[in-house]
């Protein structure tokens, strides 16, 4: 039910969904400025060794300002005619990227630090959106309203700063636990065992990132529309979590699925342009999918597509 619903929700309430994209546009380039001190130094070394020779291949301009020659290539990659040759460039412009870090340790350090700082800085402005995503999305839920973007994401400035602070302390430790095991299954990943390590990667993928929203469902959606406080609202989720579990994480499951099978094919084949649209819909549907399971769990009513829901009896008696 709170599938569905939520796909109602996302029908009847669309337009938060360019402010996600225009959100997204921002930080990307704000972080794209500060990247310029982390690129240039990097893109000088190699362009001096000769590794971003890539002569061989059509340049990214020449492909998008030409359709005929993106069909080529298109045609190409379908066909499996370059896959080999591609391939193996690529693997040596990786294989010389890695010598000149391990010989120049005056350019690995500051490349290494400053990665991390940017990555720091973009999950951190990243979490700025949920409130006031959470804010117009309880108003519509609550009592059919439509509230603009904007104004919530400066009535809820104050608080992001603290829910961001918290929420990235769990979620980088979280995450670093994922990246470590994924690593370790890529060291598993070898051409005579793809076709049984492939797949349990992207097992492993969905699981991992469904638990992570199972445990947070709950999080941004009580800070936005309670009065309980950071630290009470992410007690909340934790209990409400696993009160809840089952019935929460086979939701994410399939979600999941969903939106990375939907962001594998969009992006395969519009040559990733389809995935400015894809991500904030899939945001936006995120956290929709949150507030309903919210609703769901705590017995309330909500509207969805001008109706009014009522949860399951069964939902209600839990309480």
Known sequence: MAFRN???ILYGRFNPVWAVLLFMV????VVGALSYFLINPVYSALFEAGIL???DFPSLTQILTSPA???VLFNDILAGIEIGELGERISMIWTDIMLIFREQSSLRVPTIILFFVLVSIFRFLLGFYELPLYKIIEGSMSCDAKFGFFSRFIGTLLLSLKYVGIKLLYTTAYDALFYLILYYLFTLFTITYAWVVAPLILVFVIVFISLRYTTLAFFGVNTAV???GILKSFRFAFQKGFKHFFYIFVRFLLVWTIIILLNIFFGLFTFFVGLLFTIPLCMYYIAIMNMTLY?????KRYYADGKIITPPTAMRVLQ
Not at 26 to 29: A, D, N, Q, R, T
Not at 295 to 299: A, I, L, M, N, P
């Open 295 to 299: 609703y769901s769990t705590t017995g």
């Open 6 to 8: 939520a796909f109602k």
């Open 226 to 228: 309670s009065n309980d």
């Open 26 to 29: 921002v930080l990307g380039l």
């Open 69 to 71: 020659q993106m069909n």
């Open 53 to 55: 020779d890539l002569t």
